[in-house]
């Protein structure tokens, strides 16, 4: 149980870098655009395409770090009111049914991204399954994170005692 925390741990770690350095690198894209559109007339080239697949990318992957934190779909004020058994088996569905739809998406996600995945973006001239494949690969991280949390779940290392209401 352990390890599987640990390396639970470690790829959100690594999802929170990732979300991180998008994040700036939006922040500069933005910047940038703005000091160049009104200060000297000009932009850069691609930079929205660039600053719209950089925020796909960090919703999708950002869903799965927040299930990981148990905060995606999470009514903190109810379920801390559960007695533990009860709540304990509302969070198994509660993730299995987020799990469920995530491979739902993977599914319909792969067969789109097949289909029109080969076109591309207009100026920056890259194929769009470059942007597009972050559902899947989010979808999974997040199908990833629902079955650890089933698990911590199921062998009793969640709720701890300070998630508890009383």
Known sequence: MEMLKKTASVLVGIIDAIIASFFAAILLITVLQVILRYGFNASVLGGSEAT???????????AAAAVCRRQHIYI?????????????????????????????????????????????SPVLRVPEWTTQISIPVGCGLVILYCLINIVQTICGQWPLQEDRAC
């Open 52 to 62: 719209e697949g950089l925020f796909i990318y960090t919703t999708a992957i950002g």
């Open 76 to 120: 903190d004020v109810i379920m801390k009111l559960l007695p533990l058994r009860l709540l304990r088996i509302v969070d198994v569905l509660v993730h299995l049914l987020v799990a469920f739809l995530n491979g739902i998406m993977i599914t319909y996600s792969v067969g789109w991204i097949a289909k029109v995945g080969g076109n591309e």
